[in-house]
């Protein structure tokens, strides 16, 4: 099969989507986002857990419906205006909604009602679209996942999985009983509860062929369903109207190289895993004789891509590694996933869209959709769009030019994001995002993520330096960032060493220029962790030549939240070093931190107080800190998500004004000034709004630069914003 680069790829993409508008190819952005909570009827906890994790389209394309298997109900969006997507209320179930398919002005809602594993149960359930209520309802006699519906809408078919337990036997197959396939008779959308057919799928997979566990269903337009056995490692080609099983086959494994294989605090395409089953999720039909299928895995398998198969078991394509190195190039590589199935593809959707036949690849654990078009042989990547936590269902919408993901993680009980609904709308323009990418190196994309302080490249105007925090514990980097192109591009990774090696015990958080060609560095301290507050000295190669602790003053009242940004005034010995302290230590007044000031010629340290806003809910800190002209810049923000977030700005303090009083004693309070509300800027490309902006600095010719830390992938989008907020001087 043909090898290429797939970041290059990317990167040719991304250049055509910001040529000319006369000749802009057309692309997706997003245009809204719909946290699922704000679909709950009045009187339920707001902060009850929802999800959204199958979704679908009424077929004028004006609601979109999608499954909450924790409320137990399906939720319902108005999206006549696709910009201002309107709540449109519930249905709910006594049981847990699977997945979703509208047939004309009915909603078909596969739910599991199961009393156990071993004594599985479930119905479908027929909604008119119009009253919202359930007209009809159809035991299935097993717990039913994937739901689907042929092209005119006269069948329905319901992979039946009767899952496993995964707390039995570490999982492992079989576990009875077994799964089938129901197919059932449509007409004007109402299920024919009569017309049940089950297809025996027992002795087919070489896999424990006795308990068959199908996962995914879809029609062709011959009215032939595709069927995904995923723990089984398994494909079977069924006749929908006869219920005979046509072929099946094997999905096969494959040779996977150049991937991280470890979880360690580095991204490392090094490794490789041999016969790699594919154990595939989500599939579909690119038309009547060829599949795309997404190697999720599961308990013994996950090919980290797709796969394109002929009806026979043919591979015509085989993406291996690469979706998931075109997902580092953004940031999105999910590094804690390293050692298990990296960014685990699940959902899949298909549609096409004008003269162009696409496909939508979801990896759940990286937040990303892959946009590919069908060429016929090699298919081609358009973009990489972002999405929610854990992409789990998608459907297009080409009658609008819309597409939508339901993104089923809430992580309301943590105080993070929400689940969402997506929505994006292809048109003529560029794209969006991402808005910080790697060049290659060796091959292979430069992995970032959790970005965490910036500071200017000295008279290099759209040049910057960018650190990682201790997500990336065993791969502490200082990036460069050619700003003056986009995306932006990381186009260097300068390894921060201690003898040779990576610098261990490091929470990098802000980094300045010594104006010698080197950098200090900003360490949090976490006394869980065993790291220390510390400031550390670094040559221009990256090792450490110096690591100063805290005196014993600050020392005595640490918390955890500690040294956040860091800046330089003045050179040599009158060189002083400014840092934000993130919040209260226990002798600060609650409401106030500390600027920390240190001489590295006397070995003077300082202090200064700094006033902090108050907030309804949460807490509120610095994140950064910047020198400019007369001014030290520093972003102070809440650590609120989505709606909750109300506060992330940027401030400045007058020079003058930054005089440090001795440590122990009373410190002088700073004045400070309103530069800029960064919400606006972070609402920008139609996401929530996100906790930790962490990185500010300005460039050699004046122009403020942004960064927010993606806390790599780990309970997070994974969105990485990087944006400048023009000449600084202006504001």
Known sequence: ??????????????????????HAEQVFNRVASFAVADNLPEGVDRKAPTSAEIITASEDGKTLIYSDSPGKRIGFIDITDARAPKAGGIVSFDGEPTSVA????????????????????????????????????????GQPDSIAINKDKTLAAIAIENERDEEVNDGQIPQMPAGDLVILSLKDGVADCSSIKHVALTGLAEIAGEDPEPEFVAFNGKDEIALTLQENNHIV??????????????????????IDTKRDGAISFTGEQTGRKREPDAMKWLDDSRLVVANEGDYDGGARGFTIFDTTGKVLYESGARFEHAIAAIGHYPEKRSSAKGVEPEGMEQAQYGEDKLFFLLSERASI??????????????????????PEGAVAIPGRNLFATANETDLVEDGGARAHVMIYERGDGKAAYPQIRSAEKDGMPIGFGALSGLAPVADKPGFLQAVNDSVFSSQPTIFTIDATQQPALITEALPITRNGAPAQKLDIEGVANDGEGGFWLASEGDADKLYSHALFHVNKKG???????????????????????????????????????????????????????????SKEWGAVRYPLDKSEEGWVGLSELAVHGDYAYVIERDNQIGQAAKLKKLYRVALADLKPAALGGELPVVKKEEVRDLIPDLKALNGYVVDKVEGFTVDAAGNGYVVTDNDGVDDSSGETLFFSIGAIDAM
């Open 1 to 22: 099969m043909k090898t290429f680069s797939i970041t290059t790829a990317l990167a040719a993409a991304l250049a055509a989507s910001t040529a000319t508008a006369v």
């Open 543 to 601: 090792e450490i030549k110096q690591e100063i602790a805290i005196p014993a003053e600050l020392r005595a009242n640490e918390t955890r939240y500690g040294f956040e940004g860091i800046a330089t005034i003045g050179k040599g010995d009158d060189q002083v070093l400014w840092m934000a302290v993130q919040r209260e230590w226990k002798d600060d007044e609650k409401g106030f931190v500390k600027l920390v000031s240190y001489k590295p010629a």
């Open 369 to 390: 959709v892959g946009v590919y078009k069908d060429t016929g042989a090699e298919p081609e990547l358009l973009q990489l769009l972002p999405s929610g936590i854990g």
């Open 237 to 258: 080609i069924i006749d929908g109207k006869t219920a005979a099983v046509k072929t099946h086959f094997s999905a096969g494994t494959v040779d996977l190289k150049n």
């Open 102 to 141: 509208v047939a004309g002005p009915k909603a078909l809602v596969a739910v599991n009602t199961r009393e156990s594993f071993t004594k599985p149960s479930g119905l479908v359930a027929v909604v008119d679209l119009a009253t919202k209520k359930v007209d009809a309802t159809c035991d299935l006699g």
